[in-house]
């Protein structure tokens, strides 16, 4: 009976102390969506992780100006997930890292079968598909004023992809999962596996959870779920969610 009641006792601790937070976020398929699995892949390992803690979280999507503004405002406890940059840092607090985008070039196989490269220098005379209005690099942006690359510029990735299908370009560099979204969707089984990208990525770009500065509990929120985070990756969680995410498993 002493056991009984001492283990009631815990839950209730546990329930009296367990908090519910509001995570404004947007659309980013398989990243974050509110049709995808466990609502993507980000929205997935924020949700697990404070739930090591022993918390849930409510996922509200809004345009992205708008999840960032409101929740700056206070009306959510964090938003995610955003790169760092100097002004959101005057109003947010970073969590540790979320996720890594990775930039890859992609390629046809039968088009370049020995495809490799280490630095810019390699691609020398390359055409680069490039989708209107992304950066893809400083060096590779360089490369391209100097005339060592040239590239060849249309206004989304389907048409990037169909370009480098066609012969046109040589090479599209191209968020990781976002290429291998595309390929999955867009295109036919044969066409897929025509299609392949160099390990070595081109670009990396870290993502955060952010707190906003203007909330009083926000450092002591973010310490909750870093320490979810941490235990996400120590015990290899996160790697199996993340080899779910390059396998289209958030998109099914």
Not at 124 to 142: H, P, V
Not at 155 to 160: A, C, R, V, Y
Not at 172 to 183: H, K, R
Not at 221 to 243: H, K, P
Request: hydrophobic fraction near 40%.
């Amino acid at each position: 009976m002493k056991i009984f009641l001492t283990c009631l006792l815990l839950i209730l601790t546990v329930e009296v102390h367990s908090e519910t937070f509001r995570i404004a976020t947007g659309e980013f398929t398989p990243y974050c969506s509110s049709v995808a699995k466990h609502k993507g892949f980000a929205s997935h390992v924020v949700s697990e992780a404070f739930a090591r803690q022993g918390h849930k979280v409510e996922f509200y999507f809004l345009p992205w100006k708008r999840a960032l503004a409101q929740t700056q405002s206070g009306n959510f406890d964090a938003t995610s997930w955003w790169a760092f940059n100097e002004q959101r840092g005057e109003n947010f607090h970073y969590s540790e890292k979320l996720l890594e985008a990775h930039i890859h070039f992609f390629y046809v196989i039968s088009h370049r079968p020995d495809f490799d490269w280490k630095t810019v220098d390699d691609l020398s005379g390359y055409r680069i598909g490039k989708t209107r209005g992304y950066f893809t690099s400083d060096t590779l942006e360089a490369a391209n004023k100097d005339g060592k690359v040239t590239f060849i510029t249309v206004n989304d990735d389907e048409q990037n992809f169909r370009l480098l299908l066609y012969g046109r370009t040589d090479l599209f560099p191209v968020n990781i999962v976002t290429g291998l979204e595309l390929l999955r969707t867009k295109f036919a089984p044969n066409i897929i596996h025509q299609v392949t990208f160099h390990p070595r990525p081109m670009n990396s770009r870290p993502g955060f959870l952010l707190f906003p500065k203007t909330n009083k509990r926000s450092q002591e929120i973010m310490r909750i779920f870093n320490a979810g985070l941490e235990s996400l990756r120590a015990d290899g969680t996160y790697d199996n969610m993340f080899d779910n995410l390059l396998s289209g498993y958030y998109s099914q």
